[in-house]
Structures are given as C-alpha cells and as structure tokens.
C-alpha cells in the first residue's frame, strides 16, 4: 500500500511537470513542417462584424508580415481581381471546400483564410479592438497548416500630462481626436504582427527549418499594443 501511495503521488508530480511544458512549434505545427508551403494565395477576409469597410481594410494588411516571414504571396489585388471576376470574392465558400484548384491555376501551395470577428473603436476610452482568426489550408492535402486566433486592442489613449480636471478634460478630447485618426489598417497591421509571430517561417526566410525547436504560442492571443 505504501509503495502504492508513493507511485500514484510520483505520477502525479510527472503530469503535473508535463503539463507545464510547453510544445514546440514542430509538434504544434507539425503538417506545416512536412508539407512545407512557399507561396500562399490571400483570400478576401470573411467579414462577421457590422463594419463594413473592415474587409476591404483588413485585406490590404496581409501581404508584408506573410512576405517577411519567408513565403511567396500572391498579389492580393491580382487574386482579388481574379475572383470577382470568377464570382468567388466570398471565402465562405472555400474555407471548408477543395482548394485544388488555386493549386493547379496559381500554382499556391496554401492559401490563408481570416474571419475577423471584432472591429471595434472606442474613441472615448481611446482604443481600437480587432478580433481576427487565421486559418492556414493546403491547397494539395486540404490539411489546416496553422490556425490561431487573436484579439489584440490598440491603445490609442493621449497623456498630455495635464492635472486637474481640465487637464482630463484635454486629454479625453484629445484621445476622442486620436482614436478617431487612427487608420484602420495601423490596427490591422499589429493585430497580423502579434497573431502571425508564432507561423514557421517559410523558404526565403534565413531561419527557415530551423525554428521547429521553438516553443509555440497559445492558439489564441489576447493583447494591448501601442
């Protein structure tokens, strides 16, 4: 019974040890380290907010953080081009359909899909709250290659310095000001930063094979910038 008692609280204290290691982005990530994409195809955000210009916005976004991260990316406003003309400018139906065919026509190894699900501006309180889920496809397995979820509030707050009640005051109008300035596509831009950092890096990066050892962030990210 003893010998009992103490195997049951070492395994415990094993568990207890796994569980708070974290997984590397090879075990994390691992069909996108086998399959190893090199250029990926944009597809026009899947827009479930009431702002309506958050698409077109958001789109524009993508291109230089999947550029900087070492992978060849298809010229959104080309693809864009491409699928109004093919009646195909809503990604709903891709997102779970065969992706073959940006294979065989663009020659895309995968091709990134994003449902923003939060664009929300507080001009008083001075910050802008973008919520937006990333999803990785292969357009040769149709495996998902990396997926994660983000929402990432920009702080756009004023502190003039100012004490007192009118110093309040100042600042308050002046965060209204800057909130109310601040482009859509500035918060776009950091929410892809924060989210994207933790994607393997692709063929043209220098790191490119050898980050699978690092560990993996949390499949969603919850975050305050600048």
Not at 17 to 32: E, H, K, L, P, S
Not at 77 to 93: G, H, I, N, V
Not at 122 to 132: C, D, I, K, Q
Not at 137 to 152: D, F, K, P, Q, V
């Amino acid at each position: 019974m003893k010998n009992y008692f103490i195997i049951t609280i070492v395994t415990i204290l094993l568990s207890s040890c796994a569980q708070g290691v974290g997984i590397t982005r090879g075990v994390q990530y691992a069909q996108m380290y086998e399959e190893k994409p090199t250029s990926i195809v944009i597809m026009p955000p899947i827009n479930q907010t009431n702002s309506v210009e958050a698409k077109e916005f958001f789109y524009t976004t993508l291109y230089m953080p999947l550029s900087e991260k070492g992978y060849y990316v298809f010229s959104p406003y080309l693809t864009m081009e491409m699928l109004q003309s093919e009646s195909a400018y809503d990604s709903e139906m891709f997102l779970e359909s065969d992706l073959g065919n940006f294979n065989r026509v663009l020659g895309a190894d995968a091709a990134i899909f994003t449902i923003i699900k939060s664009w929300d501006r507080n001009s008083l309180l001075g910050y802008l709250t973008v919520g937006v889920e990333y999803v990785l496809r292969s357009t040769a397995t149709g495996e998902t290659l990396y997926h994660r979820e983000g929402l990432i509030q920009v702080d756009t707050s004023v502190n003039g310095g100012g004490g007192g009640l009118v110093g309040s005051l100042v600042n308050m109008a002046a965060t209204a000001i800057t909130t109310a300035m601040t482009d859509k596509v500035v918060a776009g831009r950091k929410c892809n930063a924060f989210v994207l950092s933790d994607m393997p890096v692709g063929k043209y990066n220098a790191a490119f094979g050898l980050d699978s050892e690092v560990l993996a962030g949390a499949k969603f990210i919850k975050a305050t910038v600048k």
